[in-house]
């Protein structure tokens, strides 16, 4: 009989590399570690979402709600692509007025 190792569910990534998302509800969703880069989320709400570790490199959040986020970093949002429309969560938002 094979031994089969369980791999747990906290060490899987979601890969949504490329993938095109635009305008999709992603509130409170658990992007922890998620592979997003290249992934169009414009005009996407990802208010509340976790990002920890997400990788955003290219990432398009032109006109994305971030509002709430939590575990996002200005590294993660200097990766991604966005603009005016973009609303960054208010941590985000001082910490770049500063700049």
């Given at each position: 009989?094979?031994?089969?190792?369980?791999?747990?569910?906290?060490?899987?990534?979601?890969?949504?590399?490329?993938?095109?998302?635009?305008?999709?509800?992603?509130?409170?969703?658990?992007?922890?570690?998620?592979?997003?880069?290249?992934?169009?989320?414009?005009?996407?709400?990802?208010?509340?979402?976790?990002?920890?570790?997400?990788?955003?490199?290219?990432?398009?959040?032109?006109?994305?709600?971030?509002?709430?986020?939590?575990?996002?970093?200005?590294?993660?949002?200097?990766?991604?692509?966005?603009?005016?429309?973009?609303?960054?969560?208010?941590y985000l938002q001082l910490s770049r007025?500063?700049?």
């Amino acid at each position: 009989m094979p031994q089969h190792q369980a791999v747990s569910a906290s060490k899987r990534t979601l890969d949504l590399s490329g993938a095109r998302i635009r305008r999709t509800d992603l509130s409170g969703a658990n992007l922890r570690r998620a592979n997003l880069a290249g992934a169009d989320l414009s005009f996407a709400l990802l208010r509340g979402a976790d990002l920890e570790g997400a990788n955003l490199k290219g990432t398009i959040l032109k006109g994305a709600d971030l509002s709430g986020a939590t575990n996002l970093t200005d590294e993660q949002v200097s990766e991604a692509i966005i603009d005016e429309h973009t609303i960054l969560p208010d941590y985000l938002q001082l910490s770049r007025r500063k700049t």
